[in-house]
């Protein structure tokens, strides 16, 4: 700092003495526009006029600090100890607004969300097959003559009805041709199918069908399950054991579907406990089969296994 003061413009006195007190020389800085302080520094008692010899000695002129900036509290002080005890206070946080409650509207319009979220979702996992080529050869015949008519400035309607018409006035040869266009479609409908699913695992086609009867029951729609010959086979429960074996010993009757499963059903109520035995352990091993198989093909036991241990 005297170094700067220096620069500044101070000047020095050199060999100041007061009535021949200092024995030495002594600088004394004076700088210009500045308020100073003198003080001594010595190993002794201050030397008084009666002195023979004065010790050696200097004058520091020290800058009035403060004047620009404090400077910081000893530690240990209690000023410091109570400054740091209220910056570690911790300081109460304003409790903000509470949370309106959300209106009926606002729920009915989240719930709506949500569920357009999940029906998205189950999009997703469902799979979507290749789309499937026209199988009935009137469908291929008007298609391709709506084709045919696009040109022409006739409404929907229109087209479709002359189209209805010219499929109904075709000979025998003619609509033979669109027959075997059907069933080269069913043909690629197949392969292409069959192609598709080959694209996927099993567990993928599992997790398919799942996704689909849950997207049925959101929608109240009819339930449409991808057929692959990889996928498990649930277990049969004993009545189903004992109405498939019936049928293979039984010769065909002439009886509707409904009117045989009427009958087996009856039969079965009337049966023993005894004789209900052989199917019920048909089912346990039918159940030991599936979870095996679906350890295999699926890489994990079925939920319900799961479930019971």
């Given at each position: 700092?005297?170094?700067?003061?220096?620069?500044?413009?101070?000047?020095?006195?050199?060999?100041?003495?007061?009535?021949?007190?200092?024995?030495?020389?002594?600088?004394?800085?004076?700088?210009?526009s500045?308020?100073?302080?003198?003080?001594?520094?010595?190993?002794?008692?201050?030397?008084?006029p009666?002195?023979?010899?004065?010790?050696?000695?200097?004058?520091?002129v020290?800058?009035l600090?403060?004047?620009?900036?404090?400077?910081?509290?000893?530690?240990?002080?209690?000023?410091?100890?109570?400054?740091?005890?209220?910056?570690?206070?911790?300081?109460?946080?304003?409790?903000?607004?509470?949370?309106?409650?959300?209106?009926?509207?606002?729920?009915?319009?989240?719930?709506?969300?949500?569920?357009?979220?999940?029906?998205r979702?189950?999009?997703?996992?469902?799979?979507?097959?290749?789309?499937?080529?026209?199988?009935?050869?009137?469908?291929?015949?008007?298609?391709?003559?709506?084709?045919?008519?696009?040109?022409?400035?006739?409404?929907?309607?229109?087209?479709?009805?002359?189209?209805?018409d010219?499929?109904?006035?075709?000979?025998?040869?003619?609509?033979?041709?669109?027959?075997?266009?059907?069933?080269?479609?069913?043909?690629?409908?197949?392969?292409?199918?069959?192609?598709?699913?080959k694209?996927?695992?099993?567990?993928?086609?599992?997790?398919?069908?799942?996704?689909r009867?849950?997207?049925?029951?959101?929608?109240?729609?009819?339930?449409?399950?991808?057929?692959?010959?990889?996928?498990?086979?649930?277990?049969?429960?004993?009545?189903?054991?004992?109405?498939?074996?019936?049928?293979?010993?039984?010769?065909?009757?002439?009886?509707?579907?409904?009117?045989?499963?009427?009958?087996?059903?009856?039969?079965?109520?009337?049966?023993?406990?005894?004789?209900?035995?052989?199917?019920?352990?048909?089912?346990?091993?039918?159940?030991?089969?599936?979870?095996?198989?679906?350890?295999?093909?699926?890489?994990?036991?079925?939920?319900?296994?799961?479930?019971?241990?």
């Amino acid at each position: 700092m005297p170094l700067q003061l220096v620069r500044r413009g101070g000047r020095f006195f050199q060999n100041i003495s007061v009535n021949g007190v200092f024995a030495r020389p002594i600088r004394v800085i004076v700088p210009q526009s500045h308020t100073k302080r003198i003080s001594f520094v010595a190993h002794r008692p201050i030397p008084t006029p009666v002195t023979p010899r004065l010790p050696r000695s200097s004058l520091i002129v020290k800058d009035l600090t403060r004047s620009y900036a404090s400077r910081g509290r000893p530690k240990g002080s209690k000023t410091s100890e109570l400054a740091k005890a209220k910056k570690s206070k911790p300081t109460k946080r304003k409790s903000g607004k509470k949370r309106k409650e959300p209106t009926e509207r606002q729920k009915e319009l989240q719930k709506a969300k949500e569920k357009r979220d999940l029906v998205r979702d189950l999009k997703d996992a469902a799979l979507e097959p290749p789309k499937a080529l026209p199988t009935i050869a009137r469908v291929i015949a008007i298609g391709r003559r709506m084709i045919e008519m696009r040109g022409q400035s006739k409404s929907a309607t229109e087209a479709l009805k002359e189209a209805s018409d010219y499929f109904r006035s075709l000979n025998a040869e003619e609509r033979q041709h669109y027959h075997d266009l059907a069933n080269a479609n069913k043909t690629a409908n197949a392969a292409a199918y069959e192609a598709w699913l080959k694209s996927h695992t099993p567990r993928q086609i599992l997790e398919a069908n799942l996704a689909r009867r849950k997207l049925a029951k959101i929608k109240g729609k009819k339930l449409i399950l991808l057929h692959d010959d990889r996928v498990v086979k649930r277990p049969r429960v004993p009545f189903i054991m004992y109405m498939q074996e019936m049928r293979r010993v039984e010769d065909p009757r002439p009886e509707s579907a409904t009117e045989q499963l009427q009958r087996y059903a009856g039969e079965w109520r009337e049966m023993s406990d005894a004789e209900k035995e052989k199917y019920i352990q048909m089912t346990r091993d039918d159940q030991e089969r599936y979870e095996r198989e679906h350890i295999e093909v699926y890489g994990f036991p079925p939920h319900q296994t799961q479930k019971r241990k």
